[in-house]
């Protein structure tokens, strides 16, 4: 059986979210954060990186969100949450897919806990770089509803966390598209059912 460990305010809850619009059947295990809002322990018996999202799956284990999204759309939805494989579509869908945590989460990750810890001077050394992210994504969706298009697709789903995390740190207020953008996100009927089984993406205080 398809097992979920579930961080509360963690990237597991875009595998929640894909495994609602799947209809999967799953075990959710879940895990609450520290007092400092870290992973708790017990996470590093499931995963030597004491990480969540990890699923496991007859016996394969897999930590890395975008992994396990593309993993769980082509076993169990055909991949018809991504373009057709072999076409420019497809290609240009697997670079937003793999942009959001390898080029766009760090920025803002690192503002959030700076000006967390009182440092504002490394926030305002990564906000530039926030904006320029921002700005991309901006301009790649254009005047689409979603990425890809009409309806979301994986990528979608990944950057829903990244654009809840921009504005927690306030950093949307710049990109009103945006903004619009994640609203159409967590209006999806799936995204409302994984919020509902899951929790909410983000706390209300950080």
Do not use: C
């Amino acid at each position: 059986m398809l097992t979920l460990h579930h961080l509360a305010f963690s990237r597991s809850q875009r595998i929640l979210w894909l495994i609602e619009e799947l209809g999967l059947p799953v075990d959710l295990v879940r895990y609450a954060r520290t007092a400092e809002f870290r992973a708790p322990p017990e996470l590093k018996t499931v995963h030597p990186l004491g990480k969540s999202p990890v699923i496991t799956d007859d016996g394969l284990m897999l930590a890395e969100s975008a992994t396990i999204l593309r993993y769980l759309d082509g076993r169990y939805g055909g991949n018809r949450f991504s373009p057709e494989a072999g076409t420019p579509e497809h290609a240009i869908h697997e670079e937003w897919l793999d942009f959001v945590e390898s080029t766009a989460a760090g920025p803002v990750v690192t503002v959030l806990l700076s000006e967390r810890a009182g440092e504002q001077a490394a926030a305002d050394r990564a906000k530039p770089m926030v904006n320029t992210a921002l700005g991309y994504i901006a301009d790649g969706l254009g005047d689409k509803p979603f990425l890809m298009g009409e309806r979301p697709m994986l990528a979608d789903i990944q950057m829903s966390y990244f654009l809840a995390m921009a504005r927690m740190a306030k950093l949307l207020d710049a990109h009103p598209a945006l903004v619009d953008y994640l609203a159409r996100i967590e209006a999806e009927p799936g995204f409302q059912r994984a919020q509902a089984r899951g929790g909410p993406m983000m706390p209300e205080n950080f």
